[in-house]
């Protein structure tokens, strides 16, 4: 079974620096109002190559920014059968770059 082992935020959204890591079986979001429950699954939609602004909850690339920072990058780790890390970074100027396992993609990479 895949399942997402961990999330790192930089400078996205609400999230100037954090991480979260989730156990095997790990089920649902849940937290008060304001916690960033929405900006977390922003962040995996993001990481994942959504495009849309508008699925993110954005109506231009400096709102998926941190106010204290320049660029935002999430990473996520997936585990399971095979491990390996996702790593998705946009600057202010709405360019991208997408790692695999270290590697420099294009997200339209098979």
């Known amino acids: 079974m895949v399942y997402i082992k961990g999330l ?3 400078g996205f959204k609400s ?3 954090a991480e979260a890591s989730f156990p ?3 089920v649902c979001l849940a937290g ?3 916690s ?4 977390v699954t922003d962040a995996i939609r993001f990481i994942f190559g959504e495009s849309s602004l508008k699925s993110l909850r954005a109506k231009k690339v400096a709102e ?3 106010l204290a920072s320049s660029t935002a990058e999430v990473v996520i780790q ?3 059968d095979r491990h390996f890390e996702i790593r998705r970074q946009i600057h202010e100027d709405g360019t991208t770059r ?3 396992d270290g590697r420099h993609l294009t997200r339209d990479a098979t």
């Open 15 to 17: 999230f100037r620096r």
């Open 32 to 34: 008060p109002n304001g």
């Open 78 to 80: 997936i585990d399971g």
């Open 64 to 66: 998926l920014i941190n």
């Open 36 to 39: 960033g429950k929405s900006n």
């Open 8 to 10: 790192k935020f930089r």
């Open 24 to 26: 095997k079986g790990y």
């Open 98 to 100: 997408y790692e695999l």
